[in-house]
């Protein structure tokens, strides 16, 4: 056996197996949910081709759009809240801002720890009509008749759901943010703190520009996780009440496994693949547009 042989050999004995996996795991679902988006099947039986039916069925289906909308607005609420929070918080452990930093980071990064079903039961009891919201907003209002109606809101009902999320998933940012920040020099921040710039100016000025790409990675892991966004919705609220908190991502699952419409709910899949992707070039294009490196 020749060298050049073992050495192919050596190669595939290492890439192959992941390829396999790859293909497997990733590549055929793709394909296979592809092709089930141009039929209608329930999982057993013969698919019936509807060409291109599930698709146009999809753009005039309100609860589509009432997911889109709940989508858009989580991904504003990740981008805009968790990804400028994040960072602020880990500028604040950083520069030392707060006492006992360890335990102060130590409990902000507590809740992406915890499970996610557990934390929607959580906040279920919290936000339920004899929970500790209502309890303190009888409290301060001084109704003792108070209920709270956010959730019987169409347009509403996706608040709470927004800000448990904006709570949960802040810590993960504010990590990424702080292994980043112990790569610059300190003494760069001292130098302008010689030259008299504040905190504030620090952020804005030196922080914020040189942590560029990093809020561009982060943006894209938001992106994607706001479009996927499944276990705490599904645990919290289930999409309802009458679709109000109903995202992509638990219509598709509630259609396919609860309905068996698969294809239907396979087309749902690959529009959610599509958002995503489309997300990520605008994204991209934003960055080039501010010459982020």
Do not use: C
Request: hydrophobic share 55%; aromatic share 14%.
């Amino acid at each position: 056996m020749t060298y050049r042989l073992t050495k192919k050999i050596s190669y595939l004995s290492f890439v192959l197996p992941a390829f396999i996996i790859f293909i497997s795991v990733i590549i055929f679902p793709l394909g296979f949910s592809i092709v089930l988006g141009f039929t209608q099947w329930k999982g057993y039986g013969e698919m019936e081709f509807v060409g291109l039916g599930n698709y146009i069925r999809m753009f005039s289906d309100p609860v589509f759009f009432i997911g889109l909308r709940n989508n858009i607005m989580i991904v504003l609420v990740s981008v805009f809240g968790q990804i400028p929070l994040g960072l602020l918080l880990a500028f604040m452990l950083y520069r030392k801002m707060v006492a006992r930093s360890n335990l102060f980071e130590a409990l902000i990064f507590l809740p992406i720890t915890i499970s996610s079903v557990i934390i929607a039961q959580l906040w279920n009891r919290i936000f339920s009509p004899v929970g500790i919201f209502t309890a303190l907003m009888r409290t301060l209002t001084g109704n003792r008749d108070y209920i709270m109606t956010i959730v019987e809101d169409q347009n509403l009902a996706i608040l709470p759901i927004m800000f448990v999320l904006l709570w949960q998933h802040t810590s993960l940012f504010m990590v990424i943010f702080l292994a980043n920040l112990q790569r610059i020099p300190n003494s760069l921040l001292e130098s302008a703190r010689l030259e008299g710039a504040g905190e504030g100016g620090i952020f804005l000025r030196i922080i914020v520009p040189m942590m560029g790409y990093v809020i561009f990675i982060n943006a894209v892991l938001a992106i994607s996780g706001s479009f996927k966004s499944f276990d705490l919705i599904y645990s919290m609220t289930g999409g309802g009440p009458a679709h109000y908190t109903e995202v992509i991502a638990v219509y598709m699952y509630n259609t396919t496994f609860v309905h068996q419409n698969y294809g239907y709910g396979s087309s749902l899949s690959i529009i959610i693949i599509v958002f995503i992707i489309l997300s990520m070039l605008l994204t991209r294009a934003v960055s080039k547009a501010f010459k982020v490196e």
